[in-house]
């Protein structure tokens, strides 16, 4: 949920940020409700892919997470989290032929997308209490 919302106020103010540069102002309350309307209007289309794309990646991502000391952990679910978000949009550019998201139509809007991926695997490594786990001093994985 936490890439969702992240991910759609960040295709907002991309999208925003284009029709600024057109020339035409953009309010802050422009904004505002314009990322409101995004978050609740994307629901039924994006947040569903979303789920779908971290359903299969953070599985990976935890499982490669557990061959690494428990301090870098947490990268392996923030890049699970990007690569399914990031995936998502290329996988759906080359079978349907489109952007299901606007503000990946650039490089620059695709991986602002991976950022909310990143922001999602970290969120899930922190409330799957992963980020609490204790682990022996020297770094080893914890016994089972």
């Known amino acids: 949920m936490g890439a969702y919302l992240l991910g ?3 295709a907002t ?7 600024e540069a057109l020339g035409l102002p953009i309010t802050l309350r422009d904004r505002l409700l314009t ?3 995004d978050i609740v209007g994307m ?6 892919l979303m789920l779908v794309a971290f ?3 953070l599985p990976v991502a935890v499982g490669l997470a557990r061959l690494v000391p ?5 990268l392996f679910y923030g890049l699970g989290g990007a690569a399914a978000v990031i995936a998502l949009h290329l996988i759906m550019k080359a079978v349907l032929g ?12 695709l991986l602002l997308q991976g950022l909310a991926g990143w922001f999602g695997g970290y969120l899930f ?3 799957t209490g992963q980020a609490h786990r204790s682990s022996p001093p020297n770094g080893a994985p914890p016994h089972a």
């Open 13 to 19: 103010q991309v999208i925003l940020a284009r029709v």
């Open 98 to 109: 489109l952007n299901g998201v606007a503000a990946v139509r650039d490089l620059h809007g």
């Open 70 to 74: 428990q301090r870098y952990q947490v």
């Open 8 to 10: 759609s106020i960040i």
């Open 43 to 48: 629901a039924t289309s994006y947040l569903p």
């Open 55 to 57: 359903l299969l990646a």
């Open 35 to 37: 990322t409101g309307q």
């Open 125 to 127: 490594f922190v409330f």
